[in-house]
């Protein structure tokens, strides 16, 4: 048997991520799958629209392309990853951490005239672009009456 101690605010703090949006990018606790605590954070992103695309910009610093995953599913765009703590055995001894670490979710809901098939991203100083382009908007067809 193993012994489990027990903190009263797990809960509390647990309820209080569920309840409060998240209004800051900040990190926040999260319950691992296996009871443990961690950090999550999330990105801070801009979105902006032209004439023929949407456009979100994302802000992941040190991320490579290959740590981050960006899916497309029933009209919601989703953008996942990992920014891991690189910890190397040196005597440096850290005063202040400001950079978040620890897996992250950004998901934004998109309107039904794009293009899904051609969403497309790509990535420049630490800033991941992802266009998706617009539909045609289709017009009405005008009837004759006989």
Request: glycine fraction near 6%; charged fraction near 35%.
């Amino acid at each position: 048997m193993s012994l489990i101690r027990w903190d009263p605010f797990a809960d509390v703090e647990s309820l209080f991520n569920r309840m409060m949006p998240r209004t800051t990018r900040g990190p926040r606790l999260a319950l691992e799958e296996d009871g443990g605590l961690t950090f999550e954070w999330s990105p801070s992103a801009d979105i902006s629209e032209t004439d023929k695309e949407y456009l979100v910009h994302a802000d992941l610093p040190g991320l490579k392309k290959e740590e981050v995953k960006v899916t497309f599913t029933d009209g919601v765009l989703t953008i996942r990853g990992e920014r891991k703590q690189h910890k190397e055995e040196t005597k440096e001894k850290y005063h202040r951490v400001e950079n978040y670490y620890g897996s992250f979710s950004r998901a934004f809901s998109l309107p039904e005239n794009i293009k899904a098939d051609a969403i497309h991203c790509d990535s420049q100083d630490g800033v991941l672009s992802v266009h998706i382009p617009k539909a045609e908007q289709k017009k009405p067809r005008e009837i004759t009456i006989q």
